[in-house]
């Protein structure tokens, strides 16, 4: 039982964290950290993006790819999630109530919950029944190839871990933001 709960968590995270740096053509896209400003009370960039200061580095939130259904945020904080063979960390924040459909990934992928309650399933149709949460710090992974789907409780934020190139397969060809 456990071990099919991080499993679904996993997947679901990964599925995630990998939407939100899809772009048209399922490939990650985002900004990478940037050196902090002299001011280290700024919370926001001049462009409108929400900043986060961590030690002497700078969160830089940006809107996820048009993979990802409208609302979701992500920062790319290491490597480029678009390289083949690269590995790469990216954050992704998602508000109250988002919902990602089945998708599923061609590669693993490795989750944390950063804050609030990523709600995961597995399987090829979204059930309200089959989510399992995970909470701020729960780990899981995600294997290649697996469909899963996510809600987020409350502000949720992620983090994703994998080998690129990143690309997001929707099971159902209809539920694809970039099809609409």
């Avoid at 929400?50 to 990802?68: C, E, H, M, N």
């Avoid at 609302?71 to 290491?78: D, H, S, T």
């Avoid at 090829?124 to 701020?136: E, H, I, M």
């Avoid at 690129?164 to 159902?172: E, K, N, S, T």
Wanted: proline share 9%; glycine share 8%; net charge negative.
């Amino acid at each position: 039982m456990l071990v099919s709960r991080l499993m679904i968590g996993v997947a679901v995270l990964v599925v995630l964290t990998l939407m939100a740096c899809s772009d048209r053509a399922g490939i990650i896209t985002g900004q990478t950290n940037r050196p902090p400003s002299s001011s280290s009370s700024d919370t926001s960039s001049d462009d409108g993006r929400s900043d986060l200061r961590a030690g002497d580095s700078r969160i830089i939130w940006g809107p996820a790819p048009p993979t990802f259904p409208p609302g979701a945020q992500l920062a790319v904080l290491q490597g480029d999630p678009n390289k083949a063979g690269e590995t790469f960390t990216v954050r992704l924040r998602f508000p109250n109530g988002y919902v990602l459909p089945p998708h599923f990934h061609p590669t693993l992928e490795s989750v944390t919950v950063i804050r609030g309650t990523l709600l995961e399933g597995m399987g090829d149709d979204f059930s309200r029944d089959q989510l399992v949460p995970f909470y701020q710090s729960d780990f899981t992974t995600i294997p290649a190839s697996t469909a899963h789907f996510a809600t987020a409780r409350g502000l949720t934020e992620v983090q994703v871990h994998a080998v690129g190139p990143f690309a997001l397969i929707y099971v159902h060809p209809e539920d694809d933001p970039t099809r609409h």
